[in-house]
């Protein structure tokens, strides 16, 4: 049987930090709030991948607990913004961010 080679630390954290940064930049650079999301997803996986990396490095559960915690967290946010999207969307039939900020009422 041959042994499991092992991913370093600074791997994972180098990942995190790419995938982190694809999400702000989608936040930063698109407007419309659907892919904003997606990118706010990005960014909140980024996070839990770093979480698992150093509870695994330390060999300690606390990391896998608080990346239990932000999926479910990232699950509830998933499902207000959409639905805040879904309800302007058939108001003003433009789901534009700079538009939406406009809105009074």
């Not at 150093?54 to 959409?82: D, P």
Request: aromatic content about 8%; charged content about 10%; hydrophobic content about 65%.
């Amino acid at each position: 049987m041959t042994p499991v080679a092992s991913v370093a630390l600074v791997n994972y954290i180098g990942l995190s930090a790419l995938i982190f940064l694809i999400g702000v930049a989608g936040v930063l650079t698109r407007r419309n709030p659907l892919i904003m999301l997606m990118a706010i997803e990005l960014m909140w996986n980024a996070a839990n991948l770093a979480m698992l990396a150093f509870a695994r490095a330390w060999l300690n559960n606390a990391g896998q607990v608080f990346a239990f915690l932000v999926i479910t967290v990232a699950a509830a946010e998933a499902a207000i913004a959409l639905a805040i999207v879904l309800i302007t969307f058939r108001r003003t039939k433009n789901v534009d961010v700079d538009e939406i900020a406009s809105l009074s009422g």
